[in-house]
C-alpha cells in the first residue's frame, strides 16, 4: 500500500500523567492551609496563631498557594512582598515551600516552586528570594536547578 492511497492508521498514545493543580490560596482554604502549616510545624499552631494567619492573609501580608495532586492536598508556598529601596521595585519573598511526604519524589516541589517563579514574573516583582536550611538536601537539589545571584548572603538573627 503506497503513501497516496488514502488509507492511514492513526495511533493514540495516552500518557499517564498526574493531575496536579496549584491555586492561589482564597479566605475559604484557610483551614487546609492551616493544615499544612501544622504538619510543617509538627503541632498544632495555638489559636492564637491561626487567628493571626487569618487577619494577616485578609490584610495581603501573605500571599498563599495550595497544591493538589489527583484531587488530594499535597503541598503549599507561602510568599511575603518586600521592597527594594534603591530600585523602587516590589521583591517576592518565598517564605515556606512544602510538600507533603506522600507526594514527595514526584516533582511536585518543582512545579509548585515554578508556579511561584512564574506568578512573581507576571505580577512585576524585581526577584524571587528564599532561603533554605543548610541541611535540606531534596531543597538544595531543587533549587540548584534554578539560576541564581549567589552573591548574595542571606543572615538569620532570632529575637
Known amino acids: 500500500m503506497g503513501c497516496g492511497s488514502g488509507?492511514?492508521?492513526?495511533?493514540?498514545?495516552f500518557f499517564a500523567k498526574t493531575m496536579t493543580d496549584i491555586k492561589l490560596l482564597t479566605k475559604h482554604q484557610l483551614n487546609e492551609f492551616t493544615s499544612l502549616l501544622e504538619e510543617i510545624n509538627e503541632g498544632p499552631l495555638g489559636i492564637e496563631v491561626v487567628r493571626r494567619l487569618g487577619e494577616?492573609?485578609?490584610l495581603g501580608r501573605y500571599?498563599?498557594?495550595?497544591?493538589?495532586n489527583?484531587?488530594?492536598?499535597?503541598?503549599?508556598?507561602?510568599?511575603l512582598e518586600t521592597y527594594s529601596v534603591v530600585h523602587a521595585r516590589?521583591?517576592?519573598n518565598l517564605d515556606e515551600l512544602y510538600v507533603r511526604s506522600q507526594s514527595r519524589?514526584?516533582?511536585?516541589?518543582k512545579r509548585l516552586f515554578d508556579r511561584v517563579?512564574?506568578?512573581?514574573r507576571a505580577s512585576g516583582y524585581m526577584r524571587l528570594e528564599w532561603r533554605a536550611e543548610k541541611n535540606n538536601t531534596a531543597?538544595?537539589?531543587?533549587?540548584a536547578q534554578y539560576e541564581t545571584d549567589t552573591n548574595w548572603t542571606y543572615y538569620v538573627m532570632k529575637l
Open 63 to 68: 500571599i498563599g498557594f495550595l497544591l493538589y
Open 105 to 109: 519524589g514526584k516533582g511536585l516541589g
Open 117 to 120: 517563579v512564574e506568578y512573581a
Open 7 to 13: 488509507v492511514g492508521v492513526e495511533i493514540v498514545i
Open 70 to 79: 489527583e484531587g488530594a492536598l499535597a503541598g503549599m508556598a507561602a510568599t
Open 56 to 58: 494577616d492573609f485578609a
Open 139 to 143: 531543597a538544595g537539589h531543587l533549587y
Open 90 to 92: 516590589k521583591i517576592l
